[in-house]
């Protein structure tokens, strides 16, 4: 079987981690394949997988344009592919082989004002529903984003396969003080603190979260509030509430933060606080159990599918409980050591190399589903 992965996304953050380990997963655990793997221009180092195992090739397509409608079926034609797998949710309106597609999830149709321009959310719901139809299968995340796949894109959920990504392995334990020291002294930190990495979306939460680290230190608590991640317009959106709330020098905005920094700013944390609204799974918990860290979260969308019984549910929208809660965490050392050991045990069902095998299983499956006659329009 020859199957290529379309992986002109791979440097965005998220959606580039599940690519590069799904990918580096799927050729060690079935080097018997070809693979073809479609990367952006300059970024044939960005996947590691032996010569043999796969052929590169980064065209210069940019995304969502007609150019890419034309050219990528070109491509597939000429390598002579049996199944396309684009772990983004568009796929080619022409298709010449069999395709596979992962919906994550449908945040711009749940959540519009995370995409405030209607244009905008016409064509990615036009795009979407497009490739929900025209793909043989269809992979996601979560149980939760399954139904919410059928839900808004009115999918066929027998096509639907819930396939659970797995844990980077960069992601464990630091232990070493020299590297924590490193850290907390790059950032600054300079006390024990919580901690949170995200995007700046509305959905995130993040001035729920401000409001929620006040009423922590109403009650008591001791700490910095240390938010990770690249915040755009919305860090001085989110400074001046900080301000507005008196709880501004505590607070320590870290902007994008390197892959090889994130395990030790986990690990160095008392907490990990992830007050989300909505999440297609919620990478970050999981990051934060594997680095040993203790989590509060949100009781919304997939999160609690995802982190099972080893987190501490709260009401993302209510300040007083969320602070109440991390509060529990932070003072109460076998409450924190309880919820470490079940955030090892529940790291365990996300494995890359089950993923891999799961995948790979689609793929199969793909095959055996007679192509439509869109495939040759």
């Not at 790059?186 to 680290?213: E, Q, S, V």
């Not at 003072?331 to 470490?340: E, F, H, Y």
Request: net charge positive.
């Amino acid at each position: 079987m020859k199957i290529a992965f379309d992986l002109r996304r791979i440097k965005n953050p998220g959606i580039g981690r599940y690519m590069k380990c799904l990918v580096e997963a799927a050729v060690a655990q079935s080097p018997d394949h070809e693979y073809l793997l479609i990367l952006p221009p300059h970024g044939e180092d960005l996947v590691t997988v032996p010569v043999a195992s796969a052929q590169k090739v980064s065209p210069a397509l940019k995304y969502y344009s007609v150019r890419e409608q034309i050219e990528l079926p070109r491509i597939l034609r000429r390598h002579k592919v049996d199944v396309l797998h684009s772990p983004h949710f568009l796929l080619p309106l022409v298709r010449p082989c069999a395709t596979v597609v992962t919906i994550h999830d449908v945040i711009y149709l749940a959540c519009k004002q995370d995409m405030p321009s209607l244009a905008g959310r016409l064509y990615y719901r036009g795009m979407m529903k497009a490739s929900a139809r025209l793909a043989e299968r269809i992979i996601t995340d979560s149980e939760f984003s399954k139904a919410d796949i059928v839900r808004y894109l009115n999918a066929d959920p027998a096509k639907i396969d819930v396939i659970y990504p797995g844990v980077d392995p960069k992601f464990t334990p630091v232990t070493d003080p020299a590297q924590l020291q490193s850290v907390r002294e790059k950032f600054r930190i300079d006390d024990d603190y919580i901690f949170y990495a995200g995007i700046y979306k509305l959905r995130k939460n993040h001035a729920g979260l401000l409001r929620a680290f006040r009423h922590f230190r109403t009650i008591g608590g001791r700490a910095k509030l240390v938010i990770a991640g690249p915040l755009g317009e919305g860090e001085l959106v989110l400074r001046r509430l900080a301000a507005e709330l008196g709880i501004r020098e505590n607070v320590i905005f870290t902007g994008f933060v390197d892959d090889s920094d994130l395990p030790a700013l986990y690990s160095g944390a008392k907490v990990y606080a992830c007050p989300s609204l909505y999440e297609g799974f919620g990478f970050t918990v999981l990051e934060a159990m594997a680095c040993g860290t203790p989590v509060v979260s949100s009781s919304a969308a997939s999160l609690p599918e995802v982190a099972g019984d080893a987190a501490l549910y709260l009401d993302p929208n209510n300040p007083e409980e969320f602070a109440g809660g991390m509060h529990r965490v932070f003072a109460d050392a076998v409450l924190r050591s309880t919820l470490v050991e079940n955030g090892r045990k529940n790291v365990q069902r996300f494995k890359w190399a089950n993923a891999a095998m799961a995948t790979l299983a689609v793929y199969q499956h793909a095959l055996e589903v007679p192509l439509s006659k869109a495939a040759y329009a």
